[in-house]
């Protein structure tokens, strides 16, 4: 018997049905944790926790870490996806492009979209993988930078 | 560190690797300042159990951080990442507690040097390494670098 596909229409409506957070503010405390934590036990680059520093170099003051786009748009609406819920879900990959930096204070709202779902046959079982996008942009208007990330669930 | 410069840039040149020993403390403080609770980064129980998974495994996203260091330590703070992409194909289990021997390498070497625009651009190839020299997770970067003249 062959297996049904569990990509059915209705999962696939859901490719490129835009999603938009309300804007979320950037707080310093939330710069500086992460910065920590991605250089523990060593200590975190002066330029994400240190106002003095930060002020004598080219961007004028704190930024965001670049790879602090993994923690927005978390308050974006979710889209619920059709599917059953899998054995396991993993992140498959981060790709990220970088216009502008994230400065503690900005107002950064998150467009988030759905690219593309495939469903392949594993030796453990189905792989689903969803390739998703987020675009942040500030209160500016600009875009600050893009997240394309692709996210695996095992049946 | 002295600034790198794109004129000293080479195709082929290595980056300077980026060594981790890598513990439930790591995977606990980035869980919180990701808010990335996950049970296969948190409980082994789960893991091996339910997950059928090997052990707590390392997140990804703290692995492209890891990588995101190794690029920015290199280019220092006149350089600007551009992109930085990376794949995660392998899992990376958590030393012991307290270890300092390192269980992640973050390498890296040049694969294209160019001039778009007026800006001096770079492509990498960029991966993670496990202390048995597993490649676990394949990426790329760009960024532009000052130039001298």
């Known amino acids: 018997m062959t297996q049904e596909s569990l990509i059915t229409d209705e999962v696939r409506a859901i490719i490129g049905v835009e999603t938009v957070s309300p804007p979320e503010l950037i707080e310093m405390k939330a710069i500086k944790d992460y910065a920590r934590a991605i250089n523990w036990p060593d200590p975190p680059n002066p330029l994400h926790v240190d106002e003095e520093y930060a002020k004598k170099t080219r961007f004028g003051g704190i930024i ?10 978390r308050s974006a609406p979710r889209q619920r996806v059709p599917l059953p819920p899998p054995r396991v879900g993993m992140n498959g990959g981060n790709d990220y492009e970088y216009f502008l930096p994230i400065r503690p204070g900005d107002m950064i709202t998150t467009t ?7 469903e392949r046959e594993g030796r453990a079982g189905k792989l689903i993988i969803t390739t998703s996008e987020r675009k942040f942009t500030n209160q500016n208007g600009e875009v600050v930078g893009i997240a394309r990330s692709t996210g695996l669930s095992q049946y | 560190m002295a600034q790198l410069f794109w004129d000293d840039v080479e195709v082929g040149m290595e980056i300077p690797p980026y060594k981790k020993a890598v513990t439930l403390m790591e995977l606990n403080r980035y869980a919180g300042a990701n808010e990335e609770f996950v049970l296969i980064h948190m409980d082994r129980d789960y893991s091996q159990k339910v997950a059928r998974l090997p052990d707590v495994i390392v997140m990804g996203n703290l692995k492209y951080a890891y990588l995101s260091n190794m690029m920015i330590n290199w ?5 600007t990442l ?3 992409s990376a794949q995660y194909r392998g899992m990376d289990i958590p030393g012991p507690a307290l270890s300092t021997e390192p269980t992640m390498i973050c390498e890296g070497k040049v694969t294209k040097k160019y001039v778009q625009d007026g800006d001096h651009c770079i492509e990498c190839e960029v991966w993670t390494e496990t202390k048995e020299g597993q490649v676990t997770t394949p990426g790329s970067a760009i960024a532009i670098l000052p130039a001298k003249s």
């Open chain 2, 75 to 79: 280019i220092g703070e006149e350089g």
């Open chain 1, 112 to 118: 988030s979209k759905t690219v593309d779902i495939v």
């Open chain 2, 82 to 84: 551009k992109r930085l």
């Open chain 1, 64 to 73: 965001a870490p670049w790879c602090f786009y993994t923690t927005l748009g």
